[in-house]
């Protein structure tokens, strides 16, 4: 039955409210343990991730003012916000601006269904990962679809070392009897990622374009009128809100586990069902992505700024 306007109104206001924002999850520093689930849609069991990317519009003092997914990097579509970013770096007045401008170009991610073993083997989070990341997994799971099985499965050993520009990730495959059972439970608490990435973007992109038009002095097609470039006092209801304390704790987590010493440092594929995570093939090289994440350590310290104001 269709539901009425009232109930629909009511559903929309109720996730404007709560911020009903699924914050997707990334390998954390040092070494963790991931199992990569599969499709959530049976009729296309092959589909187990998505491509993902994202625009984060900030002004020229780095404050985050819009968040736009990117329909190029997502669904290899037309993006006027790419298109925008290229004339604005164009017609910037100098190489300082420019660079500014640049940052708000999105980054090709990918998305899946996974269980961080280590913390809890109940709870499927959209795990978020880089090209390279993703090219190594992927190349695993050509050579071996197993690896995606609920019952033949096995886990992968993500390695995170360094931060920002430096950051690098190494994969292993972890032997078969250490691998996690999946449940039932989480095989029918997957994500439907094709609904996650899907937004209206429509309605967000006349703000994007506005946010970088102010941002830049620049008119921008598909903006707002010129008059309009000098106010942006709308644009931050497109940020979720944070909780100040769950942002500081988390925060402070990453803070405690950056410092901590990294183990298994050298880790490499392992395709056999040896017991050892490391116990890697000589016909594979050892996996290095490098990683830039659209939101740098920096713009995470100016946001718990911004809250703590």
């Given at each position: 039955?269709?539901?009425?306007?009232?109930?629909?109104?009511?559903?929309?206001?109720?996730?404007?409210?709560?911020?009903?924002?699924?914050?997707?999850?990334?390998?954390?520093?040092?070494?963790?343990?991931?199992?990569?689930?599969?499709?959530?849609?049976?009729?296309?069991?092959?589909?187990?991730?998505?491509?993902?990317?994202?625009?984060?519009?900030?002004?020229?003092?780095?404050?985050?003012?819009?968040?736009?997914?990117?329909?190029?990097?997502?669904?290899?579509?037309?993006?006027?916000?790419?298109?925008?970013?290229?004339?604005?770096?164009r017609q910037a007045p100098n190489d300082a601006m420019r660079?500014?401008?640049?940052?708000?170009?999105?980054?090709?991610?990918?998305?899946?269904?996974?269980?961080?073993?280590?913390?809890?083997?109940?709870?499927?989070?959209?795990?978020?990962?880089?090209?390279?990341?993703?090219?190594?997994?992927?190349?695993?799971?050509?050579?071996?679809?197993?690896?995606?099985d609920a019952v033949d499965g096995r886990d992968f050993v993500?390695?995170?070392?360094?931060?920002?520009?430096?950051?690098?990730?190494?994969?292993?495959?972890?032997?078969?009897?250490?691998?996690?059972?999946?449940?039932?439970?989480?095989?029918?608490?997957?994500?439907?990622?094709?609904?996650?990435?899907?937004?209206?973007?429509?309605?967000?992109?006349?703000?994007?374009?506005?946010?970088?038009?102010?941002?830049?002095?620049?008119?921008?097609?598909?903006?707002?009128?010129?008059?309009?470039?000098?106010?942006?006092?709308?644009?931050?209801?497109?940020?979720?809100?944070?909780?100040?304390?769950?942002?500081?704790?988390?925060?402070?987590?990453?803070?405690?586990?950056?410092?901590?010493?990294?183990?298994?440092?050298?880790?490499?594929?392992?395709?056999?069902?040896?017991?050892?995570?490391?116990?890697?093939?000589?016909?594979?090289?050892?996996?290095?992505?490098?990683?830039?994440?659209?939101?740098?350590?920096?713009?995470?310290?100016?946001?718990?700024?911004?809250?703590?104001?």
């Amino acid at each position: 039955m269709a539901l009425s306007l009232k109930d629909v109104l009511e559903k929309a206001s109720k996730k404007a409210a709560s911020g009903s924002f699924v914050r997707t999850a990334k390998p954390k520093p040092g070494r963790s343990v991931w199992r990569i689930l599969p499709g959530w849609d049976s009729k296309n069991p092959n589909q187990f991730f998505h491509a993902f990317g994202q625009h984060f519009i900030k002004d020229m003092d780095g404050k985050l003012k819009v968040v736009v997914g990117c329909p190029d990097k997502t669904f290899d579509e037309p993006c006027e916000i790419c298109d925008a970013i290229s004339e604005a770096a164009r017609q910037a007045p100098n190489d300082a601006m420019r660079e500014k401008i640049l940052e708000s170009r999105s980054t090709q991610r990918f998305l899946f269904n996974a269980v961080c073993v280590e913390d809890d083997e109940t709870k499927v989070e959209i795990l978020e990962v880089g090209s390279g990341l993703f090219r190594d997994i992927a190349a695993n799971i050509t050579e071996d679809e197993s690896l995606i099985d609920a019952v033949d499965g096995r886990d992968f050993v993500v390695t995170r070392e360094g931060t920002g520009l430096n950051t690098r990730y190494s994969l292993a495959v972890r032997a078969k009897s250490k691998s996690m059972s999946v449940s039932k439970s989480v095989l029918m608490s997957l994500n439907n990622l094709e609904e996650y990435v899907t937004e209206d973007f429509e309605a967000k992109k006349k703000k994007a374009l506005t946010a970088l038009g102010i941002a830049t002095g620049v008119a921008l097609s598909g903006s707002s009128a010129a008059g309009a470039l000098t106010d942006d006092s709308e644009l931050d209801d497109e940020i979720p809100d944070f909780d100040k304390e769950k942002a500081a704790a988390i925060a402070a987590k990453e803070i405690a586990a950056s410092e901590k010493q990294i183990e298994d440092a050298d880790v490499s594929y392992d395709t056999s069902d040896d017991t050892s995570d490391e116990a890697g093939s000589d016909e594979k090289e050892k996996a290095e992505a490098s990683f830039d994440d659209d939101v740098t350590d920096d713009d995470i310290q100016a946001m718990l700024n911004d809250l703590n104001d």
